[in-house]
């Protein structure tokens, strides 16, 4: 069973910077994709970005530019460097893993962002 853990959220000033961590433990496995989403209180689960093998890279337009993804295939780990951050990016990011062979999905417990105006 794999495992994801997120890690960085905080509190931050609008304009400030936050560096998410997602790491994936629990035997042997191959990683496809990871991504990261976010959910703000009354609103649904969205996509932030996403890095798949080959460094294909997606972004969603309202964070394009300000945050950036990437992935460290040796260590299981995907990062979520945020800057530029906006009182409406506050949510709680969530990590998920797709894996290359079964294309099962693995989600984590998600860590908290607040950006303070």
């Known amino acids: 069973q794999v495992q994801l853990v997120e890690s960085g959220g905080g509190l931050v000033q609008a304009g400030g910077s936050l560096r998410l961590s997602c790491a994936a433990s629990?035997?042997?496995?191959?990683?496809?994709?990871m991504a990261w989403y976010r959910q703000a209180p009354g609103k649904q689960r969205e996509l932030v970005a996403t890095v798949s093998r080959g460094d294909s890279i997606l972004y969603a337009d309202s964070v394009k530019g300000r945050f950036t993804i990437s992935g460290d295939n040796a260590k299981n780990t995907c990062y979520l460097q945020m800057n530029s951050l906006k009182v409406d990016d506050t949510a709680i990011y969530y990590c998920k893993a797709v894996m290359s062979l079964s294309l099962t999905t693995y989600w984590g417990q998600g860590t908290q962002v607040i950006v303070s105006s």
């Open positions: 629990g035997g042997k496995f191959s990683i496809n994709t």
